[in-house]
């Protein structure tokens, strides 16, 4: 499977009602593809899981919140793991999704690691349930062993070249429409961002 | 001195993410205990403010409290989150490197804490006294509220020793 056949796999398991924060590349365009509006695409290679970490701890538990990044930039953030192991309690139900090609896709088309990784044994050094899928049929599988609070793996492998950017936001404007999102969905207030016209 | 712990932090703040130091942690450990705001411990200082960053989209008002050489560690992501994609966060450090510090490993910290700040475009202000402490934090919330710009209170070394000898 493909980085879009694999997201839209998880799509039509967890439908469109869920808060996504995304990484950079495929994992991005992969979530704005099936998830648009619901989606904070962040230009920050290994912040993507703690951040989305925060806003699933604020939101209330019925908001099913993900994180979803390429394997590239939660090794650039492996600390994401420990905070994620942390606010397990709070954060419920949360999966952190790898978008596992094995590369470096935008930093050059270079391998992500030279070494075998256990990925299992990783999420499991940080109490956290795992599950992992090379085909659109087994994703449902690797979702549910992720349990409540895990690291969903999906191995894809993308063939064609990444298409240019479809979406129009900034980062700035990107966040502008995900705070509107939060408030649209979740009732999440905005303060006035001045006290005088 | 006698601090009313419960009130060192203006109510506003609803959780604290922290890399704990020696300065800084047990004075926020003591309000935490005394109060109702939420602790939330990481391993790093950029998960620090990613974290918050987090909550700050969704509502919560969080403070990140660490040493000033957190800055230096959480350099790339204060960049990512707080000036590239304009996410507020609010923080707290203690002041390391300050005039007449005794500790030789400290002695780059504060002025790369003004540095960057500069380069980050923080603004900054130091708080040597707990009301002092406490109105920083307030203005910092206002601050952070515009949603334009990050806010960074410095606590001194010297209103951190006197609240440690309050604690013993």
Known sequence: MNSTEAIGALRALLGEDVVVVSGVGRATYAALRHWPGRTLPLDALGDVLPVALGVAAALPSAARTLSVEGDGSLLFGMAGLATLATMRDRVAPFTAVVVDNGRYESGGDVASRHFPLDWAALAAAFGLGYGTADRTGAVAAALAAATSVGVLRLVVHDDTPMPPPAWSANGREAVYDFRRMLATRWGVRIPPAATKI | ?168
């Open chain 2, 1 to 168: 001195m006698t601090t009313r712990w419960a009130e060192l932090l203006p109510a506003d703040i609803q959780v604290v993410v922290a890399v704990p130091d020696s300065l800084l942690g047990p004075v926020v450990a003591r309000v935490v205990d005394a109060s109702t705001v939420a602790y939330v411990q990481v391993v790093h200082e950029s998960q620090a403010v990613a974290v918050a960053a987090g909550m700050g989209l969704a509502g919560q008002q969080a403070l990140i409290c660490m040493e000033n050489s957190g800055l230096r560690a959480a350099a790339e992501t204060i960049a990512r989150l707080t000036v590239l994609h304009q996410i507020p966060v609010l923080a707290l450090t203690a002041h390391r490197g300050e005039f007449g510090d005794p500790n030789w490993w400290a002695q780059d910290h504060s002025h790369h804490m003004s540095g960057l700040a500069a380069l980050f475009g923080l603004p900054t202000r130091a708080a040597s006294s707990t009301a002092e402490l406490t109105e920083a934090l307030r203005a910092g919330i206002a601050l952070t509220g515009t949603r334009m710009r990050s806010a960074l209170v410095v606590a001194t070394a010297g209103l951190l020793k006197e609240l440690h000898r309050e604690l013993h």
